[in-house]
């Protein structure tokens, strides 16, 4: 897997919610990068590195400005980026907390990506499609 490095974000991108990845840097929130940098890191931020990761990796195999390109402009490719991404996020939760409760997991996804924080990326229906198609839920 690519080699990353996690910064705490700062100046304008701490306008935008979540963690933004740009090429290998990864930039969280301040509370999340702190507890990365712990020894023992909670299991839900540990799945969303791995979440950014993906996105860094997709990033090195396209190009950086042509991703962000595409994931701005394009509604279909963000909605495909994320989709892959939250499916590695789950799954790697589903090995790790074995408590998780995954249906409840894919409807916050599925709210958020359907909502403006992923600037209505796709609807709700085609996402739960989308999840059942990966088996990540039954
Ligand atoms: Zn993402």
């Known amino acids: 897997m690519i080699e990353v490095e996690i910064k705490p974000k700062k100046g304008f991108l701490r306008l935008t919610p979540g963690a933004v990845t740009i090429s290998q840097s990864i930039y969280f929130p ?4 702190k ?3 712990l020894e023992n890191p ?8 791995e979440h950014e990761k993906e996105h860094a990796q997709r990033q090195m195999e396209i190009g950086t400005r042509r ?15 994320e989709l892959s991404a939250f ?7 589903k090995q790790h907390d074995t408590l998780v409760d995954v249906n409840k997991l894919i409807d916050q996804v599925t709210r ?27």
């Not at 301040?30 to 990068?33: M, R, V």
């Not at 991703?67 to 980026?81: D, M, Q, V």
């Not at 499916?87 to 939760?93: F, H, P, S, V, W």
């Open 35 to 37: 507890d990365l940098n």
């Open 112 to 138: 958020k990506l359907s909502g403006i924080q992923y600037l209505w990326a796709g609807r709700r229906q085609k996402i739960i499609e989308y999840f059942k198609q990966q088996e990540t839920i039954s």
């Open 30 to 33: 301040p509370k999340i990068h």
């Open 42 to 49: 909670q299991v839900k931020n540990l799945a969303w590195l």
């Open 87 to 93: 499916n590695t996020q789950i799954n790697y939760l």
């Open 67 to 81: 991703w962000w390109r595409s994931y701005i402009l394009n509604r279909n490719f963000r909605l495909e980026e």
